[in-house]
């Protein structure tokens, strides 16, 4: 009787050891797949150059200017997707690049988004901060040609109704006055916004005489 007894203890223990094993060896953290050190979340950040800052998700910010809209980081041309005018209200999604901010459009955090993109950091500002005053005018004469540069040689952007009022790109404007020579002869021309974008007309004639466009006051271009 003794032989079994013995062998039959000796089998019991032999179960056991199996799981004091497993108890033994279960806490034993997964080696890393990848690198977890300060130093190596930096090198991930520069390689790929984006950041996600949970704090400004839906944050919202106001456009400082006329801005084009991106798919990518680089703002490259072939890759614009829209343009938002001036003291237009975005909502950050959180994703960073340096000197970039990918933005939502939309009227509230929970609306539909309209447009999605990257666009130039600088060009962003708090949706708290004071509405600048913004200059306009008042167009004084039929088919005022638009340009895209201040010169009547330039590129043709379309043309303005007597009546219409435009905006300038800033406040105070931007005028240049063309040289004394063919083909404007001093006229004074002012930078405007047409469809979000800088565009150009004649706010005077030759010589800086005449008036195709009046300078409205603050309350008419700020109801």
Do not use: H, K
């Amino acid at each position: 009787m003794i032989g079994p007894l013995t062998t039959t203890a000796a089998l019991a223990n032999t179960e056991v050891a199996p799981s004091i094993e497993i108890t033994q060896t279960s806490p034993t953290p997964a080696q890393p797949t990848a690198p977890t050190s300060p130093d190596a979340a930096a090198e991930r950040v520069v390689n790929t150059g984006l950041v996600e800052q949970v704090d400004y998700i839906n944050a919202c910010r106001r456009t400082n200017r006329s801005v084009e809209v991106f798919a990518d980081t680089a703002l490259s041309p072939v890759n614009r997707v829209g343009s938002l005018a001036a003291n237009t209200s975005v909502f950050l999604t959180g994703v960073l690049a340096p000197g970039r901010a990918q933005i939502a459009r939309r009227d509230s955090p929970t609306s539909s988004i309209t447009v999605v993109g990257w666009v130039n950091a600088a060009n962003l500002t708090t949706c708290d901060a004071p509405v600048p005053i913004r200059a306009c005018y008042g167009i004084n004469v039929d088919n005022l040609s638009v340009r895209s540069a201040p010169s009547s040689t330039s590129a043709f952007r379309g043309s303005l109704r007597a009546g219409s009022i435009v905006y300038a790109t800033a406040n105070p404007p931007r005028e240049q006055v063309s040289p004394n020579a063919p083909p404007d002869f001093g006229r004074i021309w002012v930078e405007i916004l047409q469809d979000g974008q800088p565009a150009w007309i004649a706010r005077t004639g030759q010589s800086g005489l005449g008036s195709n466009a009046t300078r409205l006051s603050d309350t008419a271009c700020n109801p």
